[in-house]
């Protein structure tokens, strides 16, 4: 199983971007899909996360400016940033809670991370 990301980048205060994650290999069923973000000398964050049946969480310190979504039949979840802080930038990591074969238990997986940077 691989989780890639796409759509980091460097961008202004005030500015968007859109994550992308998508799940491959052999899956069976996911469940939880989500993004954390780590800043430097920081621990890993809740950034979003998304179940099966489209119930949201999000940090409050995102909660009006980012969207998280998925499309279960691509398997990717993505998150729309708008009005990006300074105070965003970190690497932001794609997780997902999946089952490869049915007879198998629910395991956690992680995206290698892409990185943000938002400009003051």
């Known amino acids: 199983v691989q989780l890639v990301e796409s759509g980091g980048g460097l961008v202004q205060a005030g500015g968007s971007l859109r994550l992308s994650c998508q799940a491959s290999?052999?899956?069976?069923?996911?469940?939880?899909m989500g993004w954390y973000s780590q800043a430097p000398g920081k621990q890993r964050e809740l950034v979003a996360t998304?179940?099966?049946?489209?119930?949201?969480n999000y940090a409050d310190s995102v909660k009006g400016r980012f969207t998280i979504s998925r499309d279960n039949a691509k398997n990717t979840v993505y998150l729309q940033m708008n009005s990006l802080k300074p105070e965003d930038t970190a690497v932001y990591y794609c997780?997902?809670?999946?089952?490869?074969?049915?007879?198998?238990?629910?395991?956690?997986?992680w995206g290698q991370g892409t990185q943000v940077t938002v400009s003051s």
């Open positions: 997780y997902a809670r999946l089952v490869r074969y049915r007879w198998e238990n629910w395991d956690d997986y």
């Open positions: 290999g052999s899956i069976s069923s996911i469940n939880a």
């Open positions: 998304i179940t099966l049946g489209g119930n949201t």
